[in-house]
């Protein structure tokens, strides 16, 4: 039961008068019984909790960075008027407008109840239970009951490099020859034959095809399709540092969004690992226009764990699950010591069977620093991170392991256009 302030001040004013009329102890056991009697018939008269239906979609997606409008449909599937407050609890991260509601409805009539919720980091927000309060007709007196009313808003990555994805397919496209001309590039899908012109590879030279024909011909190749590709997120303590606006999982999530709706345009079927001691999540087989979309899913909450991670461990995990030749994309820090005690002893088992390309973001703020000249220590601190940094990526090359790295907002371009080479000279 909730008494509400209209009953104390109620109460004052009635034991006021009846004190005022009648000898004070009379009084006062008249205004006692005066006000318990209203108080038990505004209770008698009050809707049970139960004689309202509560309903809501049970997952709401949105993107990190946008907001979303969730709805508590109310019902009044009884037959007294209804009325009251209604609160519905959401987790602070889901940064709800509106959490109190007030609530007027006449039997067997329904409303719907709308708020706007904008997370602030990826993940599921998970809805708690909503707390009515009904009133009864005198508003002296109500029922307060909590129901649950199960429901969630996932926040996925807010993938803003998918404007880059049309202008990449429409290159991929040109290189398959759909738009202009056929690539000269060299595939493993042979397409045509054509004149030989200076320049030309010879041992591209059809000699049956010359013999056969006035001119030496050559063959043309369309780049690589349906090939198999693994991107292997590193969700260890190195994932957390922070780089721009977010950490670097989150700028290798973005890069991983490009890249996979990218392969999903050129037939390719990709894969996807998060692991640091542990599968954190993964997708398997996936292809097809849908993939961007799953991938999102699947990263929305995947988020950096503090423990180191056990390279040994993750390399026998992408063994185990890739068989055949694939591209395995192995996103990571490239700090020194990582890439001295970890990556190098760990890179020989897979490039024996893969082509391995590492990818990593740099933060800006350590390239702006070396050229500070005012603060001579922090540039120089500046200038020794990037010539480490260079000299491992130069030791990695010479294993035969591409890299790729830039700042955040170039990572995920600089990676498309580091599969489109490797599309295009079919070295997949």
């Known amino acids: 039961m909730v008494v509400t ?15 005022f009329v009648v000898p004070t102890w009379v009084g006062v056991l008249g205004a006692c019984a005066l006000l318990v009697a209203l108080l038990l018939t505004d209770i008698a008269l009050t809707a049970r909790a139960d004689s309202l239906s509560l309903t809501r979609d049970p997952l709401t997606v949105v993107r990190l960075g946008r907001g979303t409008e969730v709805e508590l449909v109310v019902t009044n599937i009884g037959t007294a008027r ?36 904008t997370p602030t980091y990826r993940g599921d927000r998970v809805a708690g239970p909503v707390t009515v309060r009904l009133l009864g007709p005198l508003g002296l007196a109500g029922r307060q009951s909590r129901v649950d009313v199960p429901a969630r808003v996932r926040a996925l990555p807010a993938f803003r490099s998918e404007r880059l994805l049309r202008s990449k397919v429409k290159r991929l496209h040109h290189l398959e020859g759909r738009n202009v001309a056929n690539t000269r590039g060299q595939g493993t899908e042979f397409d045509s034959f054509r004149e030989y012109v200076a320049g030309d590879d010879v041992r591209s030279i ?57 392969a999903a345009a050129a037939g390719d079927t990709v894969d996807l690992l998060a692991y640091d001691r542990r599968v954190r999540a993964e997708v398997r087989g996936a292809g097809g226009n849908q993939l961007p979309l799953k991938l999102m899913h699947t990263l929305a909450g995947v988020t950096p764990q503090l423990v180191d991670t056990d390279t040994d461990g993750l390399v026998r995990t992408v063994i185990a699950r890739v068989r055949r030749r694939a591209l395995i994309v192995w996103f990571t820090s490239l700090d020194g010591p990582t890439v001295t005690e970890h990556l190098v002893p760990a890179l020989p088992m897979l490039t024996r069977r893969h082509r391995v390309l590492i990818v990593s973001v740099t933060d ?46 170039q990572l995920p371009e600089a990676l498309a256009d580091e599969y489109l080479e490797l599309k295009q000279s079919g070295s997949l």
């Open 82 to 117: 209804v009325r009251g407050m209604l609160w519905d609890a959401w987790p602070d991260s889901a940064r709800a407008e509106i959490r109190e509601q007030h609530l007027d409805l006449a039997p067997h009539t329904r409303i719907r109840l709308r708020t706007t919720l």
């Open 206 to 262: 059809d000699w049956r095809a010359t013999a056969r024909a006035n001119d030496v011909l050559v063959r043309t190749w369309r780049p690589e399709r349906n090939r198999h590709m693994l991107m292997v997120l590193d969700t260890g303590r190195a994932s957390a540092g922070r780089v721009g606006e977010g950490t670097r999982l989150d700028s290798a999530i973005e890069a991983a969004l490009l890249l996979g709706g990218l």
């Open 364 to 409: 800006p703020d350590i390239a702006a620093a070396a050229g500070d000249r005012a603060a001579v220590y922090t540039a120089a601190a500046a200038e020794t991170v990037l010539a480490e940094r260079a000299l491992v990526q130069e030791s990695l090359r010479r294993r035969g392991v591409a890299v790729v790295a830039a700042a955040p907002d």
């Open 5 to 19: 302030g209209r009953f104390a001040l109620l109460a004052t004013a009635a034991a006021a008068v009846v004190m």
